[in-house]
């Protein structure tokens, strides 16, 4: 008897536990897309076309907002392409991998009390380590395509992305050391709770206290983004797309899949981080169907503004060289993040 | 010598072979980049054989000819009125200024002078096409550097100019408006006011230039001290125009070279800058433009009545004998030498065009530099790639 309500149990556990993993793996391999297509489409075709004075795509459905469907089924009719000395094993490989990385940050990115994927007790650690994966599949891809433009941008990659990983930690250092946690929804509850000047009205977003760490947070997403001024791995103007110059049809897709998709789950960390993630004032911030619901849509108008800030640098500013970003990233980032931390340690003590 | 024994010597010998075997070790092998002919920063066909340590650039060599059209040649089967559509094509940025120094060489061959309100005209329409030309530059040079923006700016701006040239001329990128003796057509009416408030806008377009990108600070690290050309080795190389200019070199056909044109009426400044690196040269064709609205703005203010068009046969002979005339074009000194055997077309053209010689100077500036800097030196050059193969 008891043995088999043993039983009983364990197959409930364990087709819950499946049924749920499918659910939440088909959530994030649909929301990695639907996110891609919003950050293109309000950014890149129209945001991008009317700072510029022009209109961007106009003609596919109003106001051009059909204009990524074409461009889909462009990319997926397409002819996937190998140079003949590639390898060609680790080519086709290469975006994949740039893609898992991506996929792999949604998994823990709150957008409610309830609604995250896994709720990791080392979240942002987590997040920031997958996002390094992309460096592997940026490496592959220079390499493997066989051509000289490639190797140079997959080089520029792999110096760039390791100069840019150590601002983007400290960054979030101190936020950290402010939350007492690594968890995200964990940082969501603490920025929800604390309170600033004894204000906790709106509860202490850590932008008000991290704002330096905010801005190095955004600088270094820019170059983990490779977007400009960052951009020397794709430099369509010197190494005419670098890493991705060979790639076609669905490959390319993927590249761009998991640039976008990153640049929208890097603007939720900070919108998490730093600006208080999906809670607003008036949610309950420890459940409920209300928070759930609602947390989301403010999640994502935060992540619209965080963005709003990465694609305004991106379309305005001219690159760097490789060893002015270097410089600027040892020289600059580095010790104002250092000095970012110790300050919030010493406060965090004496308050 | 002497004082050095041999068990010295011997030591000396062997750190030295040790020294190199670790350099054979750590030795890497360069690389050729092959840039172009199709490459977004040559603006067209040209191609650039780089050796590269690393990112470093050991050498550079420009391969020209890859649009090589042979106008020359071509032009020795063409009547004097024929020459004109086929010589807009050269710089085909600011064609009105291809036309100019031609016909100049053929109205001096032929004892022909141009009416004053043909002259003005042309100084007008010359700087007109200049605006256009160098205003894309200055976009363009964004572009190169990764910011997308200014170039979309600048396309938006010259629309302007294009609309004017239009106006006058019928043709918006080929003229084709001049004659031996003067002009197509004289201007139509409302021109006057319409190239007025144009000019505004295109100082406004450098305002707007130099605040979006020259006081950007990435801009100016990546231009400040990049491609740095003396001012000897320019004028041995024979560069000419703002690349000159930029290099210190207080040099401008339009002030000291005697010419019909209306330019010796004009009051205005000859920008040079001491630098010599590609933001010096940004930074003159900057002024430059601006100081063309002026040079504009003045001409239409004293512009002179009468014909547009002097006393010319109808059959346009030109007597035997040579002729060499050059402006300051858009690019650089542009020149024309004209033969004639007194035929109805000429015997032989020799077109010295400013990009040829101003993109000569790849191999010597290029040595040393990284990879995006070619980039910013080419850009900086700013040459069109039919002004190099003709």
Redo the contacts between chains.
Sequence with gaps: MSQLLVTQILAVSIGDYWVQTVIKSLVVLVLVPTATAIIVQAFLFKMMAHMQSRLGPMEAGPHGALQLMADGGKFIQKELLAPARADKFVFSLAPLIVLLGTFLLYIVIPAGPNAVAEDLDIGIFFALGVSSISVIGVLMAGWASANKYALISGLRAAGQLIAYELPLILAVVGVVIQAETLSLTGIVRAQAQGEIFGLGLFGNPFILTQFVGFGIFLVATQAELTQPPFDMPVAESELVGGYQVEYSGLQFLFFYIGEFGTAFAFSALAATMFLGGWWFPGLDVDGGLLSNLIGPIVLFAKIMLVAFLIFWARFTYPRFREDQLQMFAWKYLIPISLANILVTGVLKVVF | MAAVSERNQLSYIAGQAAESRVNVELETDG?T??IGPQ???THGTLRIVTRLDG?QVVSAEPIMGYMHRGYEKLLEVRTFPQVNTLIDRIDWLSSFANEVPFILAAEELMEVEAPPRAQWTRTILFELSRQANLSLFLGDM????????PV??AF?DREHILNLIEAASGGRFHPNYNRIGGLKDDLPAGWIDETRRAMAKMRQFCDEMST??MG?E??E??CRGVGVIPPDVALGYGLSGANLRASGVDWDLRRDAPSPLAWKDVDFKVWTHPDGDSFARYWVRMQEVRESTYIVEQLLDGLPAGPIMAKVPRIIKVPAGESYVSTENPLGEMGYYVVSKGDTGPFRVRVRTASFNNISIVPWVMKGV??????TILASLYFILGDIDK
């Design positions: 690389m980049l092959n490459h977004p920063a990112e964004g572009v190169q550097l990764g910011a997308i923006t979309f700016f938006r979006l990108l950007n990435i801009f690290q990546r990284f990879v995006p800097d070619i980039i």
